[in-house]
């Protein structure tokens, strides 16, 4: 993902510690987010009842923290690579033997500095396959093939786990697919894992550079367009989860979320609120380029869970033990209250 700007609600240069940098954007009162309070999350609207009940999710933080290591000890899952391919078997076969009908969307993306096409796929887990009425949890699950937040650029193309970014949110899906079958609601889920959302190789201390980032998200928001007129679903909302498992997450409402879809952030940082999820904050948080941008253009509200002050990101040191379980275990139960409730 990419950060446009920090968000803050003073006129002129803001400075954001990036790396070692300092990385200056001009920021004006027009673009100082909306006024969310903290101490008043909204009480969210369109649940069956009045108020949106809390699950009793049972997911287990240590296996999901389990499930997060074994991606990780399969290396790096750069698009194309075995290691990817390892990775969507992996999961394709524990997707599907918890019960879910898996599609894996296949595709061809040409990046600005490669010679060649790359093969990629999103993988699309779909549960209740047969409602009509659908909602999305998706992450990207591809890993970045040069750490370019490291200081030392020598480093930049050393191999990372990047656990918290990307893999976490497929952690938790896998731990999430053990209570699927329990999980009544009006709506069908498929969770999604968006491919070449960090196929960047030319990039720069900022994120900048002339690289293409969300190839994923992209291409299933194209073919989504594209068969509006012969698939039977429709997607009412979306949540993508991004750094969002770290220890001491901060899950500040990201900027572009709140523009596109204001009712959808009410419902998620509502139900948080309602749950007592301490993690998720009323407040305005950065604007964050990530895969979301992608499924609004296409008509489905989507907001991004994220938590862009992770000191870890795009690092060596985004490692397993930087992930906590009991993050992973808030958000899950967030998520599962929020589509569950949906009326």
Same mark, same amino acid.
């Given at each position: 993902?990419?950060?446009?700007?920090?968000?803050?609600?003073?006129?002129?240069?803001?400075?954001?510690?990036?790396?070692?940098?300092?990385?200056?954007?001009?920021?004006?009162?027009?673009?100082?987010?909306?006024?969310?309070?903290?101490?008043?999350?909204?009480?969210?609207?369109?649940?069956?009842?009045?108020?949106?009940?809390?699950?009793?999710?049972?997911?287990?933080?240590?296996?999901?923290?389990?499930?997060?290591?074994?991606?990780?000890?399969?290396?790096?899952?750069?698009?194309?690579?075995?290691?990817?391919?390892?990775?969507?078997?992996?999961?394709?076969?524990?997707?599907?033997?918890?019960?879910?009908?898996?599609?894996? /969307?296949?595709? /061809?993306?040409?990046?600005?500095?490669?010679? *060649?096409?790359?093969?990629?796929?999103?993988?699309?887990?779909?549960?209740?396959?047969?409602?009509?009425?659908?909602?999305?949890?998706?992450?990207?699950? *591809?890993?970045?093939?040069?750490?370019?937040?490291?200081?030392?650029?020598?480093?930049?193309?050393?191999?990372?786990?990047?656990?918290?970014?990307?893999?976490?949110?497929?952690?938790?899906?896998?731990?999430?697919?053990?209570?699927?079958?329990?999980?009544?609601?009006?709506?069908?889920?498929?969770?999604?894992?968006? *491919?070449?959302?960090?196929?960047?190789?030319?990039?720069?201390?900022?994120?900048?550079?002339?690289?293409?980032?969300?190839?994923?998200?992209?291409?299933?928001?194209?073919?989504?367009?594209?068969?509006?007129?012969?698939?039977?679903?429709?997607?009412?909302?979306?949540?993508?989860?991004?750094?969002?498992?770290?220890?001491?997450?901060?899950?500040?409402?990201?900027?572009?979320?709140?523009?596109?879809?204001?009712?959808?952030?009410? /419902?998620?940082?509502?139900?948080?609120?309602?749950?007592?999820?301490?993690?998720?904050?009323?407040?305005?948080?950065?604007?964050?380029?990530?895969?979301?941008?992608?499924?609004?253009?296409?008509?489905?509200?989507?907001?991004?869970?994220?938590?862009?002050?992770?000191?870890?990101?795009?690092?060596?040191? *985004?490692?397993?033990?930087?992930?906590?379980?009991? /993050?992973?275990?808030?958000?899950?139960?967030?998520?599962?209250?929020?589509?569950?409730?949906?009326?």
């Amino acid at each position: 993902m990419r950060i446009a700007r920090w968000v803050v609600g003073a006129v002129g240069a803001a400075a954001v510690a990036c790396g070692g940098l300092a990385v200056w954007w001009h920021v004006s009162p027009a673009t100082a987010g909306p006024e969310l309070n903290p101490d008043d999350p909204p009480k969210p609207s369109g649940f069956a009842a009045d108020a949106p009940k809390p699950v009793d999710l049972k997911f287990d933080p240590e296996r999901a923290l389990k499930y997060l290591k074994q991606l990780c000890d399969l290396g790096s899952r750069v698009s194309g690579t075995e290691g990817m391919r390892k990775q969507q078997d992996l999961l394709e076969a524990h997707f599907k033997e918890h019960g879910a009908a898996v599609t894996r /969307q296949e595709f /061809q993306a040409k990046q600005h500095s490669r010679r *060649d096409k790359t093969p990629m796929a999103n993988l699309v887990i779909s549960w209740n396959p047969a409602a009509d009425r659908r909602v999305l949890i998706c992450s990207h699950y *591809d890993t970045r093939p040069i750490a370019d937040q490291e200081a030392n650029r020598a480093s930049w193309n050393r191999p990372f786990a990047s656990a918290n970014d990307g893999t976490s949110g497929a952690a938790l899906m896998m731990e999430l697919a053990h209570h699927m079958k329990g999980l009544k609601g009006a709506v069908g889920v498929d969770f999604v894992l968006f *491919d070449g959302e960090e196929y960047v190789f030319e990039t720069n201390r900022t994120g900048a550079g002339g690289d293409k980032y969300f190839f994923g998200s992209e291409h299933f928001a194209d073919d989504y367009l594209k068969t509006r007129n012969t698939r039977k679903h429709r997607y009412e909302a979306g949540v993508l989860l991004d750094l969002f498992s770290g220890k001491d997450a901060k899950l500040k409402v990201e900027q572009y979320s709140y523009a596109a879809a204001p009712k959808l952030v009410d /419902q998620v940082w509502g139900v948080a609120a309602a749950v007592g999820a301490k993690s998720f904050r009323y407040e305005a948080g950065y604007e964050v380029q990530d895969d979301h941008l992608a499924l609004n253009r296409a008509g489905i509200p989507c907001v991004d869970v994220i938590d862009f002050d992770y000191p870890h990101w795009h690092k060596l040191t *985004d490692t397993p033990d930087k992930v906590s379980g009991d /993050q992973m275990a808030e958000v899950a139960k967030v998520l599962a209250t929020w589509w569950t409730g949906l009326k």
